[in-house]
């Protein structure tokens, strides 16, 4: 059965730096992974996703993430934080046999003015 | 609709009585998840409908839960004699494809249930 890990409970970031949100993922085939993120008081929302292609993919809000298939990652970055980022990310998987997306138990990212 | 509706938005209930969590999907998409978020345990996956595949409840905790959808369309999650650890926001998604493959998922507002 697939699975997705999100080491960090949280992260703090200086507005401005670049961020990392980190993600590893286990599946039995080729993975389709993805990131959601949950603004305060708001729904989940999409944020990008990974099904095949370039590595290095791009999303809403100035986000990229890149699939690393050796190291089994697909870390959330951005090269300048803004204070409005902070929300809780979540980091998803599925195996290409399965229909549904396993979650990660999310980040909460605080950008620091 | 234009989103995903979820209702009630909040719901507090008695330990011991049944609850009822509706979700109204986007009109077309195929595919509707429901999930839950427990504080620190992240979105937990409960069940899963697609057309008119028999549904994915691989994720249910106890056959105290169930759910079903009417018509390919609106689906109800029921709560048989809640407990306290039931307590969680319960949220829906639909996609027009299996596991939103080509847009991701569309997630409602969610259900917060309280059981004291």
């Known amino acids: 059965a697939q699975s997705v890990a999100q080491p960090e409970d949280q992260v703090n970031v200086a507005e401005g730096n670049p961020l990392t949100v980190k993600c590893t993922y286990s599946?039995?085939?080729?993975?389709?992974l993805f990131w959601y993120v949950q603004y305060p008081n708001r729904g989940l929302q999409f944020l990008l996703k990974?099904?095949?292609?370039?590595?290095l993919v791009k999303g809403s809000y100035g986000f990229e993430a890149e699939f690393n298939k050796s190291q089994t990652s697909f870390h959330l970055k951005k090269p300048s934080a803004l204070v409005s980022d902070s929300a809780l990310y979540f980091c998803?998987?599925?195996?290409?046999?399965?229909?549904?997306?396993?979650f990660g138990k999310g980040t909460r990212l605080h950008i620091l003015p | 609709g234009a989103g995903v509706s979820q209702s009630p938005s909040n719901k507090v209930t008695e330990k011991g009585k049944d609850v009822e969590l509706r979700c109204d999907p986007i009109?077309?998409?195929?595919?509707l998840y429901w999930y839950r978020q427990s504080l620190g345990q992240g979105l937990e996956f409960l069940i899963y409908?697609?057309?008119?595949?028999?549904?994915?409840k691989s994720g249910l905790p106890s056959d105290r839960f169930s759910a079903e959808r009417t018509g390919g369309s609106v689906s109800t999650l029921t709560i048989q004699r809640t407990q306290q650890e039931d307590s969680a926001v319960y949220l829906c998604?639909?996609?027009?494809?299996?596991?939103?493959?080509?847009?991701?998922?569309?997630f409602g507002s969610g259900t917060r249930l309280t059981v004291v």
């Open positions: 009109s077309g998409h195929t595919a």
């Open positions: 998803a998987v599925r195996d290409m046999r399965d229909d549904k997306i396993i």
């Open positions: 599946v039995s085939g080729n993975p389709y």
């Open positions: 990974y099904i095949t292609g370039d590595n």
């Open positions: 998604a639909s996609s027009l494809g299996g596991a939103g493959i080509m847009d991701g998922y569309t």
């Open positions: 409908f697609q057309g008119n595949s028999a549904p994915d």
